[in-house]
């Protein structure tokens, strides 16, 4: 009885709960920017405009790429037409260009008439599991079904798990100038790996104590003895990876300039340049550190195979999980 109990509960949970709280969501803090007087929607075909303009915390940059990738999937499956307005912190313009399809809109084609206009909000799990993807479906299925011209997409969504490498490979391509940083990374990974390099990454958060990133939880970093045993547990596991690919360089990222600065004892351990930080955390454009994100996802995306170290208290992330999925490597969790 009560394993059909909690069943019971998360359906309801699923099927009504979560409906309200987006709705309340859009109520309390993204329809007060819609009024009857801004200026009527000239677009005939039915827009899904995924919104980044800083109206809300839209998460790091594997996050809002895989939002992208889902709603362009979503869209191209029924005919609507799939616009990208990415303003904050930075426009995306600036680092990703579109490729095989334009996904640009001028601001002054957003309407935010509360006739032609409705923006929606959907929360998504961090990785996501079947049933919550099916939830995420059938509320944007439910939502894009609203008698209006644009639909502004506020989420996380995820649930096109499986087409997310082909969607980003279709909708973005590198700005040239960062492509060129790319290629320079690239090319000395695999000059130093004898043709391939293997990607190590790992993300503490707060554990460490030097980084910080806004969540709704409290910080929580470990005592010092404690953060000296994860670190060389960490270490131990990289001397392991190594040991099974001796002949390739292992790039390394991470959230922890500690952990970066402790790896550098090891010969065959390399790092990108740049200083370290998060997307939604950043102050204004803060270019050095978004140019850093998006170098380490680029380049992790032409490694060979991908290691993801998770030990007590480490964050499952999705940022190295996304760049193998896109540039078709294998991709394997280390737990200890």
Known sequence: MSALFRRLKAAVNYGFFSEHRFRRYVRRHLLPYYTDEAPRARNERK??????????RHGGLADRLRAMATAYCFCRDRGLDFRIH??????LEEYLEPNRYDWRIDPAEISYNRLDARPVYIAAQSLGDE??????????????????????LYSNICFEEARFGDACRELFRPAPWLQQLVDEQTAALRTQGG??????????????????????????????????????????????????HPDEALLVTSDSTRFLERVRRYDFVRELPGRIGHM?????????????????????????????????????????????????????EVIF
């Open 47 to 56: 827009q899904v405009i995924c919104m980044f303009d800083g109206r809300k």
């Open 86 to 91: 990415f303003v904050h912190p930075f426009r």
């Open 131 to 152: 049933r919550d993807f099916r939830f995420q479906r059938r509320m944007t299925e439910k939502f894009c079904e609203a008698r209006y011209r644009q639909l502004h």
């Open 195 to 244: 043709g391939g390099f293997v990607a190590v990454s790992s993300r503490f958060l707060e554990l460490l104590g030097d980084f910080n990133e806004h969540r709704d939880r409290a910080a929580r970093g470990l005592p010092p003895a404690e953060q000296e045993r994860l670190l060389e547990s960490c270490c131990r596991q990289l001397e392991k990876i190594h040991a099974a």
């Open 280 to 332: 939604d955390v950043a102050a204004g454009d803060d270019r050095e550190v978004h140019t850093k994100t998006f170098l380490d996802f680029l380049v992790l995306c032409e490694a060979r195979s991908h290691y993801y170290l998770v030990g007590p208290g480490m964050y499952r992330g999705n940022f190295s999980r996304r760049a193998a999925q896109i540039g078709g490597a294998p991709f394997r």
